[in-house]
């Protein structure tokens, strides 16, 4: 627990940090007109796609001994895939509401 206390202590400005963006992050999107969400959701897709890149190079960096390493990077790798998977699934289906129907 001790440990804990010394963490947030001495990153206490990086957490402000955390907790303010997610905060203004929400609003931001929160603001966002409903026609902006196909081009933000494809921009999205694509920032995933670096983060599953760097996993990879993470992983491919860790020695074979560090364990909780390779665990992280594998689960970035998996859980970014989706997340891109995912946003291009909710992207195809929104640009087919656009498409003229035969």
């Not at 206490?12 to 902006?36: M, N, T």
């Not at 670096?50 to 364990?67: F, L």
């Amino acid at each position: 627990m001790e440990q804990a206390i010394n963490f947030l202590s001495n990153h206490r400005d990086i957490i402000y940090i955390l907790i303010l963006s997610v905060i203004v992050g929400v609003e931001v999107i929160g603001k966002v007109p409903s026609a902006l969400h196909t081009p933000l959701m494809s921009g999205a897709n694509a920032i995933h796609g670096v983060v599953i890149i760097g996993a990879i190079i993470v992983m491919g960096q860790a020695s074979p001994d560090n364990i909780p390493a390779l665990i992280i990077g594998f689960l970035a790798v998996i859980l970014g895939t989706l997340n891109v998977v995912g946003g291009f699934v909710v992207t195809d289906r929104m640009l087919e509401m656009f498409r003229k129907k035969k």
